[in-house]
């Protein structure tokens, strides 16, 4: 599940780090089967600045399988159908790999800080620079 905000077009351009993110850690391709969610549906009206079939085009010339819809934690709208086709695709691709266990379970993983992606990314570049001006400027 890839996400990115309808009010800000910058998110959206961002799918394109993350899902480069993703299919480096996870080794998977374009035929994965990808949910992408735009987010804060409602702030559509005032704020959208991300057309609602950006993401389907997006999908289309990248060759990505994937279901495209917008949601809004605030309202609820489209955030159980989001998680529900998740869960749906993970046990029907399970049901049909022999190799997949339903009974999955987190602790055959060591996570390691060196595995981890940084969500906050943008926003420890931006605390870097600040830092590194103050330092600079004395």
Request: aromatic fraction near 14%; charge should be negative; proline fraction near 2%.
């Amino acid at each position: 599940m890839l996400t990115y905000s309808i009010a800000d077009r910058n998110t959206f351009y961002d799918l394109q780090y993350w899902l480069k993110e993703f299919i480096f850690h996870a080794g998977v391709g374009a035929n994965f089967p990808y949910i992408i969610v735009g987010t804060k549906l409602d702030l559509a009206d005032e704020l959208r600045d991300v057309p609602a079939n950006w993401a389907e085009e997006w999908c289309q010339a990248k060759g990505i399988k994937a279901i495209c819809l917008e949601t809004s934690s605030k309202t609820r709208t489209n955030v159980d159908e989001a998680f529900h086709a998740a869960l749906t695709i993970w046990i029907q691709n399970s049901a049909q790999s022999p190799t997949s266990n339903l009974d999955f379970s987190f602790r055959q993983f060591e996570l390691r800080s060196e595995d981890l992606v940084k969500i906050n990314r943008r926003q420890e570049l931006e605390e870097r620079q600040r830092r590194n001006y103050c330092c600079w400027k004395m």
